[in-house]
């Protein structure tokens, strides 16, 4: 504007007002900057609030720094699923203190949760004793069934650390089972609409994850997995070891335990257990499982 005016001055005679459209346009651009900057941050917070307790501070910032990722409304996703249970928490409960009964129960669900947090999984809900966690939201994540497999085997291998530092201290031993399954369900923000709302997931194949949990007692297996999870653990299991470990199980066994029949479905769900092998083990798939159909009668 001001070229334009000294042009029209110099070579027309033409004299037009320079500082007021100056001033006008340079409040104006600072104000359209400063409202950015301050939804930006209201976005950013906005974010932080919602997020902050469900997944890793990774996460969080991929959110801000990308917000169209950050869908809370209803959506269908492929999604891994992981319900984590303490197996004698009854029994420990009963015989101990309400103050000792909370403050071990914090301690397993704190370690438990900085491992979730480390494989980058979105943490649902406590119920109890009982961890809910998924994969494949908010952020797309095409390896969720990986990191909730090497999730599980870490937390198994944290509540080793604890139960030994429990018994040191002489306490109860808690031990915990991990039921895991790959599916599509609903994820968002799903609650009484400024009253409580939560970010989780609801459907079909988050009921079956919840009772493959419950298979880990059945068949004496810390970790029990679904048909559809295994099926995308044995490439990884048979692929070449990378430097950044990604897309490779090493020293894991994933064997067959059977078919389960679970009520509500027609047809039978293959179960595998997953378990860790001695760093000298090669990983390995063992197929051959017996023939009869267990029968889940619980919902």
Same mark, same amino acid.
């Given at each position: 504007y001001a070229a *334009?005016?000294?042009y029209l001055f110099v070579k027309q005679g033409i004299w037009i007002p320079v500082f007021?459209?100056? %001033?006008?346009?340079? $409040?104006? #651009?600072?104000? @359209?900057?400063? %409202? &950015? #900057? !301050?939804?930006? /941050? =209201?976005q950013a917070k906005e974010i932080r609030t919602m997020f902050s307790s469900y997944v890793?501070? +990774?996460?969080?910032?991929? %959110?801000?720094? #990308?917000?169209a990722k950050a869908t809370l409304?209803?959506? =269908?996703?492929?999604?891994? !699923? @992981?319900?984590a249970d303490l197996i004698n928490f009854t029994t420990f409960s009963e015989k101990h203190s309400a103050e000792d009964v909370v403050t071990q129960l914090n301690e397993y669900l704190g370690g438990m949760t900085d491992v979730v947090f480390r494989w980058n999984g979105t943490l649902d809900k406590f119920v109890g004793d009982e961890m809910v966690v998924f994969w494949g939201a908010p952020l797309d994540q095409p390896d969720h069934a990986e990191l909730a497999i090497k999730c599980a085997l870490h937390m198994r291998k944290r509540l080793g650390e604890l139960q030994e530092k429990w018994k040191t201290e002489g306490k109860f031993q808690l031990d915990t089972g991990i039921g895991i399954n790959t599916g599509t369900a609903l994820v968002g923000n799903i609650g009484a609409e400024g009253k409580k709302m939560d970010y989780t997931m609801i459907g079909d194949q988050v009921n079956l994850a919840a009772r493959f949990q419950g298979l880990t007692r059945k068949f004496g297996c810390p970790i029990v997995v679904t048909? &559809?999870?295994?099926? =995308?653990?044995k490439s990884m299991i048979g692929a070449e070891e990378k430097?950044?470990? +990604?897309?490779?199980?090493?020293?894991?066994? @994933? +064997?067959? @335990?059977?078919? *389960?029949? $679970?009520?509500?479905?027609?047809?039978?769900?293959?179960?595998?257990?997953? /378990?860790s092998l001695q760093r000298e083990e090669s990983s390995k798939v063992e197929e051959a499982a017996p023939e009869e159909t267990v029968e889940m009668t619980e919902k």
């Open positions: *334009v005016a000294q007021n459209p100056l %001033l006008t346009i340079a $409040v104006t #651009f600072i104000t @359209l900057t400063v %409202l &950015s #900057f !301050m939804t930006k /941050e =209201r890793s501070p +990774r996460i969080v910032e991929e %959110l801000i720094k #990308f917000p409304g209803g959506q =269908r996703k492929e999604l891994t !699923m @992981l319900f048909e &559809s999870t295994a099926e =995308r653990l430097s950044d470990n +990604r897309g490779h199980l090493g020293h894991v066994s @994933l +064997r067959k @335990l059977g078919s *389960v029949k $679970v009520k509500g479905k027609d047809k039978p769900v293959g179960a595998y257990a997953v /378990e």
